[in-house]
């Protein structure tokens, strides 16, 4: 048994197996063109539209870093709370591929442009600290298109040369879970900043896991395999599950775990040897006699400082201390800029506590059975806002407000005039509504004897049809009021 | 004009400028004279019918405040030149037409020069006798079945077989120098980051740099002047204030402090050698100048240092060259067999060893030993002219430790081949300015150069050097026109 609920552990006969999981992560640096050349990088163009002869490597074609790219990886640097390297280097990687036009990758291979640094999980015993390696800045590579044709491969290059930040965690994570959350937390990092826009089907985030396993309670590594290119956290989750487990096979059963590149085949739910360490690229690094060591001041980087946005941990701390949400209320909605930024814009003319129910409760339910992002709402900040304070004022229950709020998903309409087109306003004059009540213990005479003589439960009865009556108008609090006077 | 080919860059353009000549005339008259010298077979690639087109076109409305107004010119086949093939002297890019212009062609014709043609030249600019090139040898018009040097082979047999009155080649190791010492032309390396590399066919990037090759060192001065710019398309470009070398040209160099380096007197240099440096010392004192001897300790590691740097990156830099995208292909049974194929058959063999040197020195387990160390004494032999130039402002050198050699004496034995570049490559390394001039003869009557080495961003200083020693050395070639029947 495991001391703390989260702690994952494979268990075979007698022996408990901890997983032990680092990611390169890459991600896209969001900018408007490549790390060294001036083409665009949108994405869903048609093919080899978007290549310059830098990124087609023609002959006398030479790089030039484009500072843009380098102040969003000194940004994410900073967001990682990680050490920015003033002086950096562009090295490069040397392998032959059909969708590597220069033969070569542009990338950093000994002195990155950032180097270590953390980043915090909120798991659900409480946080972890994931250790940040390094972040580096490299070159994509171009698209292989193997199945258009039987005989041909096909090359499109809009992807060569866009700029990657790759991402090394150090050894720290245990569990699928947490490289979910370790990502997520990344991806949400890096949206706050706007350095990557985390879109994972567009392949602006996806990783390499490593993967080892041991003996629960060893100190020392086993031997590790990487899962190359891994593009959903959910596959991520697969693959670890069924790579560790191949792992503690092997173990249990007397074998040795080859060091190796494995690949994930999706279809089939499991890792595949792709090459072993024997067949390992040599890569042979040496530094781009083409671009001059990158050199960022103390000016530069102090400069990126400042322009650095309040980040979810922050934000969350200030929700939880100002707010007072609890953790988890603080949590979900700090984890994606764009619902921070909602949330903030409801709360600006509205009640704290019931706009951060509507929005976990309510509005993400009806966003989540529309499939829509918090970007794409049917209901404007202004207009929950709106409808929040109807219900704070008692110009609509509870319950009536559900039934504007989901009249406002159709389409951004004024919560005000629903109410007011639909006569849906709560009735609070104590006159009517005694004539209401007294009319309903008219009509239900046996059940107010019986109440009387001490069934007490019945007053809910009168409630309900006094709502009932008043077609759910009727202002609970006072019906209740005026009810035990009239009973 | 019957004589328009011996006139030199700096009488053609006072000519056109004065409207004595014609753009068309001085056109027509090298395109005539290269027609009739195929035999040197300088030329890879002819574009006479363009080059009479556009003098047309420039007489026909002169803008005569050019530098170069109407200026024929043909240049090294490793500048990308728009809409004309571009080899590099390779198989690989036999077909090669670019859509764009190095910066450097792109600044002589913004001066108003007109391209006649691409220079052969060894492979990838490697090679010191350009025999490497797939378009065949050249003739040093010196003489018969003699090599014009390399790489710029095809550029210096033009220049001093005036088939054009000026010329731009590239040098990695010597490839200006060595081949200008070898036809008794002026070829200046300059430093590093002086003129752009955008455009040029890369060997070794770290090294390469264009230069103007001219029959003397006013005319040298001039395309400096002309090439010589700022490219932030080139992030090792440098922005440094540049001279108006051929404006400010002077042969007052009295006082100029002229270092000797010790360590270039080599184990078995050619008495002749030997005695065209003294000569040049003499040379240098009768104008004035002051000799001081000097020691650059680490000059003896230059050339295995750069047999380790140039390669590396080399090997790099040719791996684009894979018959994907552009270029030879050779057809394979899949990726890696098309690839094999299209390099083996693309490449010559000089190429491909020094591919396979650079892969080797760059491999994990071997690249600490040969390719950190190299670089590690690269920055020994920088800091050796750092401290000599705080004693001299210029260092005098022979070119190369022989003159011309035979066509096929040194093909089958590479190192005897790369000894060639003794005194050049120290220079690259450094990323310093130097400029060979014609300085004597040999035994043979074949032409010797003298190089005279400046520190950093000081062309205008050797050039004044070379152009104070070129008036006392009085040099002239001997060139019969052997080839022409």
Redesign the interface.
């Known amino acids: 048994m495991s001391k703390n609920k989260s702690e994952y552990l494979i268990n075979r006969h007698d022996n408990q197996y901890e997983v032990v999981i680092g990611l390169e992560v890459h991600a896209q640096v969001s900018s408007q063109s490549k790390l060294f050349s001036t083409s665009s990088t949108k994405f869903g163009a048609e093919p080899n539209t978007q290549v310059s ?1 830098v990124d ?10 484009n500072e843009y790219c380098v102040k969003q990886a000194i940004k994410t640097g900073i967001g990682l709370k990680a050490k920015i390297n003033k002086r950096s280097v562009f090295d ?1 990687k ?1 392998y ?3 969708d590597l ?4 990758q542009i990338s950093q291979f000994k002195d990155p442009i950032v180097g270590e640094g953390k980043v915090i999980l909120d798991m659900p015993d409480g946080q972890k600290e994931v250790g940040i390696e390094r972040l580096h800045l490299e070159q994509d590579a171009g698209k292989s298109i193997h199945d258009l044709d039987p005989k041909n ?1 096909f ?1 499109d290059l809009n992807r060569s040369g866009v700029a990657l930040m790759e991402i090394v965690s150090k050894p720290d994570l245990r569990s699928p879970d947490e490289v979910n959350a370790y990502i997520k937390k990344l991806r949400s990092i890096m949206r706050y900043l706007g350095t990557c826009d985390g879109n994972m089907q567009e392949g602006s985030l996806r990783a390499d896991v490593n993967v080892s396993v041991r003996k629960k309670g060893s100190k020392d590594f086993g031997t590790r395999c990487e899962i190359k290119n891994v593009n959903s956290i959910k596959f991520m989750q697969m693959a670890i599950e069924y790579e560790a487990n191949r792992q503690v096979d092997l173990i249990e059963d007397g074998q040795t775990i080859d060091q190796e590149t494995r690949l994930f085949d999706t279809k089939k739910n499991e890792t595949r040897s792709m090459r072993s360490k024997e067949d390992a690229h ?1 890569y ?3 530094p ?5 060591p990158l050199e960022v001041s103390d000016d530069f980087i102090e400069n990126l400082k400042s322009e650095i946005p309040e980040l979810p941990d922050e934000k969350k701390k200030r929700f939880i201390e100002k707010f007072k949400l609890s953790p988890y209320e603080a949590n979900i909605l700090v984890s994606d800029i764009e619902t921070s930024n909602y949330f903030e814009n409801v709360i600006k003319k509205s009640d704290v506590k019931l706009a951060t129910n509507w929005i976990i409760g309510e509005l993400f339910a009806a966003l989540n059975e529309k499939n829509l992002e918090i970007t794409e709402s049917p209901i404007s900040a202004g207009n929950l806002s709106k409808l929040i304070n109807l219900i704070k004022d008692g110009t609509i229950s509870g319950k009536i407000a559900k039934t504007v709020f989901e009249q406002m998903m159709e389409g951004d309409k004024d919560p005000k005039k629903i109410v007011e087109e639909k006569g849906l306003k709560q009735e609070s004059d104590p006159k009517a509504l005694e004539a209401l009540i007294v009319k309903v213990i008219d009509d239900n005479r046996d059940k107010a004897t019986e109440y009387k003589s001490g069934k007490v439960k019945l007053f809910g009865f009168f409630v309900g049809q006094v709502m009932k009556v008043s077609g759910g108008k009727a202002n609970p609090q006072l019906v209740n009021e005026i009810l035990k006077k009239k009973l | 004009m019957s004589d328009i080919t011996k006139q030199s860059l700096s009488q053609l353009v006072e000519n056109i400028k004065s409207k004595k000549l014609s753009s068309s005339e001085v056109t027509k008259a090298f395109v005539e004279r290269s027609e009739k010298s195929k035999e040197l077979n300088a030329y890879i690639t002819e574009d006479y019918t363009n080059a009479l087109n556009k003098a047309k076109t420039f007489d026909e409305k002169p803008n005569l405040d050019l530098k170069l107004p109407g200026i024929p010119m043909a240049v090294k086949d490793l ?2 030149t728009k809409d004309l093939r ?1 080899t ?1 002297g390779s198989k690989i ?1 036999n077909n ?1 037409v ?3 212009e ?1 910066t450097v062609t792109q600044n002589i014709w913004n001066e108003g020069a007109i391209l006649t043609g691409k220079l052969n030249c060894d492979e990838f600019a490697m090679g010191s006798s350009n025999e490497t090139s797939f378009f065949g040898n050249v003739q040093n018009p010196i003489d018969k079945n003699l090599v014009p040097g390399g790489s710029s082979g095809g550029s210096s047999s033009a220049v001093a077989a005036q088939l054009t009155p000026i010329t731009i080649g590239t040098d990695t190791g010597g490839s200006i120098r060595q081949p200008a010492s070898f036809t008794g032309t002026v070829g200046l390396k300059p430093t590093y980051g002086s003129c752009s ?6 060997f ?3 090294l390469d740099q264009a230069g103007p090759m001219a029959q003397n060192v006013k005319d040298c001065a001039l395309l400096q002047e002309v090439i010589s710019t700022y490219d ?5 470009s440098i922005d440094f204030k540049r001279n108006e070398y051929s404006k400010e040209l002077t042969k007052d160099i009295k006082g100029k402090k002229i270092g000797i380096p010790k360590e270039y007197r080599v184990d078995g240099m050619p008495k002749e050698i030997e005695s065209l440096w003294k000569k040049g010392i003499e040379y240098a004192k009768d104008c004035g100048a002051e000799i001081i001897d000097i020691s650059l300790p680490h000059t003896n590691y230059a050339l295995p240092t750069y047999y380790i740097v140039a390669p ?2 080399a ?2 830099n ?3 060259y ?1 018959g ?3 270029g030879f292909r050779a057809e394979g049974e899949n ?2 067999d098309m ?1 094999e194929k299209t390099r083996s058959e693309g490449f010559g063999t000089e190429v491909q060893r020094r591919i396979m040197i650079g ?1 080797y020195v ?3 387990g071997y ?1 600490d030993a040969y ?1 950190l160390k190299a670089q590690k004494v690269r920055k020994l032999i920088k800091n050796d002219f750092d401290d000599a130039f705080k004693k001299v402002d210029a260092i005098l050198t022979p070119s190369t430790p022989s003159s011309a050699f035979k066509i096929g004496e040194k093909t089958n034995d590479p190192v005897s081949m790369y000894l060639n570049d003794i005194f050049t490559v120290p220079v690259n390394l450094a990323g310093l300015p130097g400029i060979s001039i014609p300085a004597g003869h040999d035994a043979k009557g074949y032409p010797l150069g003298l190089q005279i080495i400046g520190n950093a961003f000081d062309e205008q200083n050797i050039l004044n050097i070379a152009y104070a020693m070129e008036e006392k050395i009085n040099f002239k070639n001997n060139i019969t026109d052997w080839w022409i029947k």
């Open positions: 002869l087609a490597a023609f002959p006398g074609m030479l790089p030039v870093i490069r040397n032959f591929y059909a036009p220069q033969g070569y491969t090359v040599d042979r690094y040496f781009d006699p083409d671009l001059l | 500048f990308c571009t590099a890019l090669f670019p859509t764009y190095s590399r955008y455009g040029i066919v890369a070794a990037s770290s932030e398309k080139d992030s090792t590396a990156e090997s790099s040719l791996a684009r894979d994907v995208k552009y990726l890696i690839y892969t760059l491999s994990s690249y390719y």
